[in-house]
């Protein structure tokens, strides 16, 4: 299977930008996601990046380099509710839109 | 917001017992998964069906049997229930085209005493 790599925690301000990094195995690569979870909620989809380059909605921003197996998010205008955690699930290339979750980034924003 | 649901939300039941997971979505999506989250692990792939009556084991799947005799039904079965199965269960579904994002349930948690 893949592994995801991400920093367990961060801590960034309000008002302010923040980039959570994540890399993954670059054999059968087959596209990348990001979610993010509130405490005692479920995921929800932020952005999905298969070819190179930066995604951008909003205030989230998506990032992948396929040849360097590393993708980040980019969060702006940092804003309480943003505390949360970040996943980058990536897709297997086996089929059936399995995919592979690391433990995800836990970000924490101080006023 | 894609339209699955998932049954009971909250369950604490003791070592040995059977426990059924109900997951029911209202898109039509062909894959549906089962998922469990514990701290420390992140989410982990337990059983994944890829249509009716089409299932297949991921990567935790001891312990866990799952059936779907209707598109929108997918069941997670505990045959008897230990206590590390303790956890957050999540199920997920799939369109299987565009994009290919998942979209989950709001969770079950489960205690096994």
Same mark, same amino acid.
């Given at each position: ?45 932020? &952005? @999905?990046?298969? !070819?190179?380059? =930066?995604?951008? +909605?909003?205030?989230? *921003? ?8 590393? &993708? @980040?998010?980019? !969060?702006?205008? =940092?804003?309480? +509710?943003?505390?949360? *955690? ?9 089929? @059936? ?15 | ?113």
């Amino acid at each position: 299977g893949q592994n995801i790599d991400q920093p367990t925690e961060m801590t960034a301000t309000e008002g302010a930008i923040v980039q959570i990094n994540c890399t993954y195995q670059t054999s059968g690569f087959n596209g990348l996601f990001w979610y993010q979870q509130h405490a005692g909620e479920a995921p929800t989809f932020l &952005s @999905y990046n298969v !070819l190179d380059g =930066l995604e951008e +909605k909003g205030r989230f *921003s998506s990032f992948l380099s396929r040849s360097k197996g590393y &993708s @980040y998010l980019l !969060l702006k205008e =940092l804003q309480m +509710k943003d505390s949360a *955690s970040y996943l980058c699930p990536q897709r297997d290339s086996g089929g @059936y839109q399995k995919v592979t979750f690391g433990t995800g980034t836990k970000l924490q924003v101080i006023p | 917001d894609a339209g699955i649901t998932q049954s009971p939300r909250h369950k604490v039941t003791e070592t040995g017992t059977p426990v059924t997971l109900r997951c029911h979505q209202t898109e039509n999506h062909r894959y549906m998964y089962w998922y469990r989250q514990d701290p420390g692990h992140g989410l982990r792939l337990i059983h994944y069906s890829y249509g009716v009556k089409d299932t297949d084991k991921g990567e935790v799947s001891d312990g866990y049997s799952v059936s779907r005799s209707k598109t929108e039904d997918f069941l997670l079965t505990l045959e008897s229930a230990t206590s590390s199965q303790t956890s957050v269960y999540f199920c997920a579904i799939s369109e299987g085209v565009k994009g290919n994002e998942q979209f989950f349930g709001p969770g079950t948690r489960l205690t096994v005493l």
